[in-house]
């Protein structure tokens, strides 16, 4: 499994053909075939390469559906 740190994890943005990777709770997920994750968006207020740990315990879906995308990695938190 990967160890990504929050600068590494910037480059996987979901632009120009790069891979859409997404933090939560120290787990990297790969949401870079979802449709709802197109161009590294998310309901225009969810960017990929980005930690949304806080962002999406407020969301309106239940954080349950992350489960249908593959954890890559852990999250390397910078000191």
Known sequence: MKIINLEELKKFNGK???KA???YKGGIYD???SFL???GKHQVTHYAGTDLTGKLQKAPH???SLE???IIGKLKKNL
């Open 21 to 23: 990777y997404i933090a």
């Open 31 to 33: 949401v870079t075939e």
């Open 68 to 70: 249908k995308f593959p």
């Open 16 to 18: 120009n053909g790069n």
């Open 62 to 64: 239940r954080i349950e």
């Open 37 to 39: 994750w197109k161009g």
